[in-house]
Structures are given as structure tokens and as C-alpha cells.
């Protein structure tokens, strides 16, 4: 898999103070750690590292860390965000060692139309990426779950996923991925207690004209 290059700087300064200056001044702290090194402090330009982080899935690349001409790979770990505003805080990298392997969540992704949906179900994704332990350089930018034969009722599990070879899957194969659910019926609201008395109530007849009440004289007629 190829690598993205990313520039950054080193800094002898830490703490609050010196982070809010940084980011005062258009980059954003950082440290780099790894195996058997010691952790150092880095900064990043702000503009050119947000630009970066719209083009690419940073989970799954791998950077081609360029140090003040020091060149090493790595990987970003965390991105601390600030609660509200959308500012970038502090960024945490792993520097990678040559032959070792790392632990990584890569996002699933569905291929295929599932039976299920054909007849009116409803997938249910449970899980949206898979953890796994794999080489650096061969990590996928995705994982393929092949939902062509779920139907209704059923369920695609973790141990249902053909992964490439040389990836070991982490989780527990028997974790649920996605399940097919059946479409949901729409109750009949029952008729409210108001709407009852409505129905049940006879309408006032009003007769049109006048009506001599039953068993009444009839008026006199004026001469």
C-alpha cells in the first residue's frame, strides 16, 4: 500500500501554555512513540494537515512522516477534538517498525443485494468495522461483507467474512455484523374513546317546515 507524506516539525517545548500557542500560530501539537523509541514532541501545520485529513481515511494510511528531513512511517492513532468548535487539538502517532504488525479498525463495507431486501426486509448493521492485526503496508482500506444470501431472519456473523490472507481478525467470530429484519407492519390505530361515542350516537333529525305535534288541536282559522 503506498504511503502519504505529511510534514512536521520538532519541539522542545510542551504543556498547555506552549499548545495554545502553537495552535495561536496556525499548527497543531503532536507527539510520535513507538517500539523502543523514545516519545518526541511534534507540531503540524493546521491548513495543510486539515486539507490532508478531507482526502484521505486516516485510519487506514499509513504516513511517510517527514521530521525536519527525518523520514520515518507511522501511523495516527488519535486525533483529540476540541468539544464544540471545530478545531483539531493535539494528534498522537506510532511509528512503525519494519516486520511488525499492527492492530487497526478498518471499516466493512456490503457487496451484493441481499434476498431479504428483495422481499421487503430491512438490514440491520450492528458493526461498522472490523479490528485486525496485519502487516503495516497491506492494511485494507476496507472489508468486503457479502450480503447476497441473507434473508429475513437472518444474520451475517464476523466468522462469515472471507478477510485477505495475512490479516487476523480480532474479534469474537461469533459477533453479529448485520441481520436482516422483517418489515414492520403498521398497527391500526384503535378508534379513541371520543371517536367511540361519535360513531355510536344516532344524529338529531331536524324536520324541515312546520309540524303539528301529534295529538294537537289544529289552529282556528281566521275569518
Given at each position: 500500500m503506498a504511503?502519504?507524506?505529511?510534514?512536521?516539525?520538532?519541539?522542545?517545548?510542551?504543556?498547555?501554555?506552549?499548545?495554545?500557542?502553537?495552535r495561536?500560530?496556525?499548527?497543531?501539537p503532536?507527539?510520535i512513540?513507538?517500539h523502543?523509541?523514545?516519545?518526541?514532541a511534534?507540531?503540524?501545520?493546521?491548513?495543510e494537515?486539515?486539507m490532508?485529513?478531507e482526502k484521505i481515511?486516516?485510519?487506514?494510511?499509513?504516513?511517510?512522516?517527514?521530521v525536519?528531513?527525518?523520514k520515518?512511517?507511522a501511523?495516527?492513532?488519535e486525533i483529540?477534538?476540541?468539544?464544540?468548535?471545530?478545531?483539531?487539538?493535539?494528534?498522537?502517532?506510532?511509528?512503525l517498525?519494519?516486520?511488525?504488525?499492527?492492530?487497526?479498525?478498518?471499516?466493512?463495507?456490503?457487496?451484493g443485494a441481499?434476498?431479504?431486501?428483495?422481499?421487503?426486509?430491512?438490514?440491520?448493521?450492528?458493526?461498522?468495522?472490523?479490528s485486525?492485526?496485519?502487516?503495516p503496508?497491506?492494511i485494507?482500506?476496507k472489508?468486503?461483507?457479502d450480503i447476497?444470501?441473507l434473508?429475513?431472519?437472518?444474520s451475517?456473523?464476523?466468522?462469515?467474512?472471507?478477510?485477505?490472507a495475512?490479516?487476523?481478525?480480532l474479534?469474537d467470530?461469533?459477533a453479529?455484523?448485520?441481520t436482516?429484519?422483517?418489515?414492520?407492519?403498521?398497527?391500526?390505530?384503535e378508534?379513541?374513546?371520543a371517536?367511540?361515542?361519535?360513531?355510536?350516537?344516532?344524529?338529531?333529525v331536524?324536520?324541515?317546515?312546520?309540524?303539528?305535534e301529534?295529538?294537537a288541536?289544529?289552529?282556528?282559522?281566521k275569518?
Amino acid at each position: 500500500m503506498a504511503t502519504t507524506p505529511l510534514a512536521a516539525s520538532n519541539r522542545a517545548d510542551t504543556g498547555k501554555g506552549v499548545a495554545r500557542k502553537l495552535r495561536a500560530d496556525g499548527r497543531i501539537p503532536g507527539i510520535i512513540y513507538g517500539h523502543d523509541i523514545t516519545p518526541r514532541a511534534l507540531s503540524l501545520n493546521t491548513h495543510e494537515f486539515e486539507m490532508l485529513l478531507e482526502k484521505i481515511s486516516y485510519r487506514t494510511t499509513v504516513f511517510e512522516l517527514n521530521v525536519d528531513g527525518a523520514k520515518s512511517n507511522a501511523l495516527i492513532r488519535e486525533i483529540q477534538r476540541h468539544p464544540y468548535r471545530k478545531e483539531i487539538l493535539h494528534v498522537d502517532f506510532q511509528e512503525l517498525v519494519a516486520g511488525e504488525k499492527v492492530s487497526v479498525s478498518v471499516p466493512l463495507a456490503y457487496t451484493g443485494a441481499a434476498i431479504g431486501v428483495k422481499e421487503g426486509g430491512i438490514i440491520d448493521q450492528i458493526m461498522h468495522e472490523l479490528s485486525i492485526r496485519v502487516d503495516p503496508m497491506a492494511i485494507p482500506s476496507k472489508i468486503e461483507v457479502d450480503i447476497t444470501n441473507l434473508a429475513i431472519g437472518r444474520s451475517v456473523h464476523v466468522g462469515d467474512v472471507a478477510v485477505p490472507a495475512g490479516i487476523e481478525v480480532l474479534d469474537d467470530e461469533d459477533a453479529t455484523i448485520c441481520t436482516c429484519a422483517a418489515p414492520k407492519e403498521e398497527a391500526t390505530p384503535e378508534p379513541t374513546e371520543a371517536a367511540a361515542i361519535a360513531v355510536e350516537a344516532e344524529p338529531e333529525v331536524l324536520s324541515k317546515g312546520k309540524k303539528e305535534e301529534e295529538g294537537a288541536e289544529p289552529a282556528e282559522k281566521k275569518e
